[in-house]
């Protein structure tokens, strides 16, 4: 089979290996406008200020693999209805 077609079943088999994965990831992020990768990267930083306040207030505590875990399980709401244009 030539490398330019894709393969007959329609996956990419190249892109589920560790190393395939992180270049498709790669190239996505490459893809991305310049605003999307600003937003991205802002959008980061609040998780990670949301997560360090609540490591300081006791809400992480490390699990014996070493990775942090919620000691309360949060709240957890009803899904909303799927949106339907019908409703307008």
Known sequence: MPENEPPPDGIDWRLTTWDGSRREQLRRWAALPLERVILAIEEMQDLA???????AKGKFTPSPGGTAR?????EVREPSPPYDD???
């Open 70 to 74: 919620p000691q309360a399980t949060p």
């Open 86 to 88: 019908a409703d307008k």
């Open 49 to 55: 200020e949301h997560f360090s306040g609540m490591h």
